[in-house]
């Protein structure tokens, strides 16, 4: 294991996710070195020395376990992110069996090359928090089938991990540690790495009212600071030669945008978006509704999924993709 404190001679952080960890929502100045983004930005907080962003905008946790799990591999980091699922609950097809098969492999292979994982639980989609309450209560429970996939996942690692707030920010794996004295990799492949689990909410909330882009849908400058500077406590709790965040380090976060510069944005991209994205989202979404009406099934905020039917989470269903 590192000496607690002693910052290695060449420290590797990879990312892995969709538009989040890509860094929409986010705005740089040239004092940023590593570019946009909460993965970024943890990068520059922890002083680390190479950085590779893999994320990219749309992708889905099979895109992240099919493409970018090999490249981050290739890489051989010493720490690696992974967000995923936003893009899923967006999708007509949605099954969250996928999602956690797909985590399942990512988490796996990248602690089997000695890698530490950071998983990130999944907001709610501020967008939809303004649709009527049906479409509310789809929405929620397939995010929060998003985060039973990520705590199922960690769980096989960490033991149940227990509920959706600061709890979970940081839980940390016991037992063996893997030495990381020399370089990225470990000292042996038969040393797996660690696991953190961060829930976005409790990370963003400090940030209150400026923690959204105007897209309600990814973090704001000051959301995705807020996040890599949760990411970068919870480390710190892993193991102490992960405590080395400056915030100082962080770059400087733009002012938030002004009522005028939302309903331009809104009326040139975030409607377009809405109606691009709507034609394979609607029907799925639709179906789901339809489906809660029948069944007169409801959603608890903050709580657990009362049926796992629509999640794809229902242990009665067996996992097989088309």
């Known amino acids: ?75 051989r980091p010493r720490l690696a992110t992974v967000l995923v699922g936003g893009n899923d609950v967006l999708r007509s097809d949605f099954d969250a069996r996928f999602t956690l098969a797909d985590l399942h492999r990512c988490v796996g292979a990248l602690r089997q090359a000695g890698a530490d994982v950071v998983l990130v639980r999944l907001p709610v989609i501020g967008l939809f928090e303004l649709a009527p309450r049906l479409v509310r209560h789809v929405m929620r429970r397939r995010v929060a089938a998003i985060n039973a996939a990520v705590d199922e996942v960690a769980g096989a690692v960490l033991g149940p991990v227990v509920g959706s707030g600061s709890s979970s920010v940081g839980r940390t794996e016991t037992g063996p540690t893997t030495d990381r004295s020399q370089g990225n990799g470990p000292s042996s492949s038969s040393t797996p790495g660690r696991v953190v689990v961060v829930d976005a909410v409790a990370a963003i909330a400090p940030a209150g009212e400026k923690a959204w882009h105007i897209d309600r849908v990814h973090p704001s400058p000051a959301g995705h600071r807020r996040l890599a500077a949760g990411v970068a406590d919870a480390l710190a709790d892993l193991d102490l030669a992960y405590a080395t965040a400056d915030a100082a380090l962080l770059p400087a976060a733009p002012d938030p945008p002004s009522a005028r510069q939302r309903l331009v944005w809104l009326l040139r991209a975030g409607l377009p978006w809405c109606v691009r994205r709507g034609r394979d989202f609607l ?31 229902d242990p009665r269903r067996r996992i097989g993709r088309g």
Do not use: K, Y
């Open 1 to 75: 294991m590192t000496t607690p404190g002693v910052r290695e001679s060449c420290f590797r952080l990879v990312a892995l996710g969709d538009s989040i960890t890509a860094g929409v929502g986010d705005t740089v100045g040239p004092d940023a070195v590593h570019g946009p983004g909460w993965a970024a930005h943890l990068a520059a907080l922890l002083g680390v020395e190479e950085f590779t962003n893999l994320a990219t905008n749309g992708a889905r946790s099979r895109d992240v376990a099919d493409t970018q799990l090999d490249a981050a591999l290739a890489l």
């Open 283 to 313: 029907p799925g979404l639709l179906r789901s509704v339809v489906h809660d009406l029948r069944a007169e099934r409801a959603f608890t905020p903050g709580g657990m999924v009362t049926s796992l039917a629509d999640s794809g989470l």
